[in-house]
């Protein structure tokens, strides 16, 4: 081996040594590899430091900052400065404008941003409708194709209430389920019995969902097992409604099936 082919792995070795200590401190050397290189060419492409956080891993995927942005228009050397106006609370939502002014460019670049009232960074709403603001303008004002992370702002939306769902609405999507699943065999403990339609719910007949009815759903279902004596002729099960084991009436006792 020559001096010259030594000094070469030497360097190589230790750019490889550089680099992993680079993605550790950034925590990217946890990240499946394409996207681990997907967030190394990003930062490549625009000249951007992941140590201060010009480029970050959301649900993973990349995306640069709207500090990226200021440091890639600064660099430009054509960024001749930037106006924002007072956030305001429009309905729901905080808003902001931002006007971004390039040297080599006779018209500005113009855009609002906003941010919920009631977002996760509900303290922050106005200086955040800002920050989504400038983005969107320098975004356009310097040509930056790569998505940005003040976008995203729609994922700090809060959460919608959800409903309580009915008995009649649990039956319904369990028989949903069974017919996109092109099946016709019944759930719960009565394997005789076919599920009731919502209807049949809302009437008092019996449910049969896969899980054994609470106390609460058996007393708002009175009436009896409706499940269907295919082996003998001696007419539906009279155990009460929501029973487990076997079914049973006048004619004699026959297994759940």
């Known amino acids: 081996m020559t001096n010259e082919t030594a000094i070469e792995e030497q360097r190589d070795d ?147 209430p959800v409903a309580p769902q009915t008995l009649a609405e649990r039956v319904a999507q369990k028989r949903t389920v069974l017919a996109a699943n092109h099946e016709d065999v019944p759930l719960g403990g009565h394997m005789g019995a076919r599920l009731p339609t919502p209807a049949q719910v809302e009437d008092g007949e019996p449910e049969l969902l896969g899980d054994p009815m609470s106390e609460a759903d058996s007393a708002s279902l009175p009436g009896l097992c409706m499940a269907e004596d295919t082996a003998l002729d001696t007419g539906p099960c009279d155990q009460p409604a929501g029973h487990f084991g076997p079914h049973k009436n006048s004619g004699g006792v026959w297994p759940n099936r």
Do not use: C
């Open 14 to 160: 230790t750019e490889r040594k550089r680099r992993l200590a680079l993605l550790k401190a950034v925590g990217w050397d946890r990240l499946p590899p394409e996207q681990r290189d997907l967030a190394v060419a990003i930062s490549t492409k625009y000249e951007l430091d992941p140590i201060l956080r010009h480029v970050v891993i959301v649900d993973g995927k990349p995306f640069i900052t709207r500090d990226a942005l200021l440091f890639i228009a600064h660099r430009s050397g054509q960024f001749d400065g930037i106006e924002i106006s007072r956030p305001v609370l429009v309905g729901d939502y905080w808003e902001a404008e931002a006007t971004v002014y390039r040297k080599d460019m006779t018209h500005p670049f113009t855009y609002y941003g906003r941010y919920p009232a009631k977002g996760k960074n509900t303290a922050y709403a106005p200086e955040m409708a800002i920050k989504v603001a400038e983005s969107m303008a320098l975004r356009r004002a310097f040509n930056v194709a790569a998505p940005v992370i003040e976008e995203r702002w729609d994922r700090d939306l809060p959460e919608p």
